[in-house]
């Protein structure tokens, strides 16, 4: 019988249980997510780069975060409002010897996107790769009960505040540059009880394919990362106790990811070695849904 790697091991240990409130929080999850890879040397691929990463406190982002630094790109984190994660995720940035900013915003308002760019460029003097991945979700099994609210604020932040980012982005974009966007598997087999959601990211991944081809006469490529089940803050945020427990275990992996297995993607995507790659999105989801 073979032995069980780190990612099966802390599979096993997740027990449910749920968090109050989302966006939820990585510093109250036990065991906490795996978001730096020892074995992830970094090698110089964006050094000298500014990225700007929303929802780069926890996470996935985080884990996006701690490899760019690795690879030598200053940062400036941008969340909704969870300080003691952002102050976590800056403190293991900068000790990779990077410059790391973070500001709290509200992606769903055109102002603050644009205020957070200024902020970039006036910290950082320019603005190189932009890694789109704030999102919320609600699930709701019942399509009478998606509210006129929820359903706002699902496409405000997923869709809206990807639009606002890129357009407040694209001024300091310039060739080589790059934009990076999170959609979902459930953007291509869809998800009973995540109706509006699953919708959002369909409207992400069009949106990653129209604007590849609306930029790609300035250089500036635009792709995306289509995450399966990962051990994130939004998990217990939003999902019961027993589906937080089971979360992955119907891929073919019988696993759920950790945020470190996707940050090499995001690299991928932001850096040189994908200069030929623009409008596509990757899948990181254990195996097994369809990717076309
Ligand atoms: N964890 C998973 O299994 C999967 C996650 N994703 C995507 O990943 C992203 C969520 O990130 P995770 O790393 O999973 O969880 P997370 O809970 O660590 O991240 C959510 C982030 O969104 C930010 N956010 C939410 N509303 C915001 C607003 N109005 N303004 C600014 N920031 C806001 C939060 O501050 C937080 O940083 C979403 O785009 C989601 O669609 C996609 C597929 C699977
Ligand atoms: C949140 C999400 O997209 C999944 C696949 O769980």
Do not use: W
């Not at 003691?84 to 900068?94: G, I, R, Y």
């Not at 979902?184 to 087999?189: E, I, P, W």
């Not at 891929?251 to 994908?274: F, I, K």
């Amino acid at each position: 019988m073979s032995s069980k790697n780190k990612y099966e091991r802390i599979d096993e240990e997740i027990k449910g249980y749920t968090q109050e409130e989302q966006p939820g929080t990585e510093h109250t999850m036990d065991p906490a997510p795996i978001y730096d890879a020892e074995y992830y040397k970094g090698s110089g691929k964006l050094k000298g780069k500014v990225a700007i990463i929303t929802g780069g406190d926890s996470g996935i982002g985080r884990a996006v975060a701690v490899a760019y630094a690795k690879e030598g790109a200053d940062l400036v984190i941008g969340y909704l409002d969870e300080d003691k994660d952002a102050e976590e995720t800056k403190k293991v940035v900068q000790s990779y010897g990077v410059k790391c900013e973070i500001k709290s915003f509200d992606v769903t308002k055109k102002s603050e996107c644009k205020e957070l760019v200024e902020f970039t460029v006036d910290n950082f003097g320019k603005l190189n790769i932009l890694v789109n991945h704030a999102g919320v979700q609600y699930p709701t099994e019942d399509l009478l009960e998606i509210t006129e609210e929820q359903l706002k604020t699902t496409f405000e932040t997923n869709v809206y505040g990807f639009i606002f980012m890129a357009q407040a982005a694209l001024p300091h974009l310039e060739k080589g540059d790059a934009i990076v966007n999170t959609t979902s598997v459930t953007a291509y087999r869809g998800s009973p009880e995540l109706i509006e959601y699953s919708a959002t990211n369909g409207a992400i991944t069009s949106l990653t394919r129209s604007l590849s081809a609306n930029l790609a006469d300035k250089g500036i490529r635009v792709n995306g990362v289509a995450p399966g089940p990962i051990y994130t803050p939004l998990i217990p945020a939003t999902f019961d106790a027993e589906k937080v427990e089971k979360h992955g275990h119907e891929t073919p992996m019988g696993r759920r990811g950790q945020p470190s297995e996707l940050a090499p993607c995001y690299v991928l995507l932001a850096s040189e070695d994908s200069s030929y790659m623009t409008g596509q999105v990757l899948h990181v989801n254990g195996g097994g849904f369809t990717t076309t």
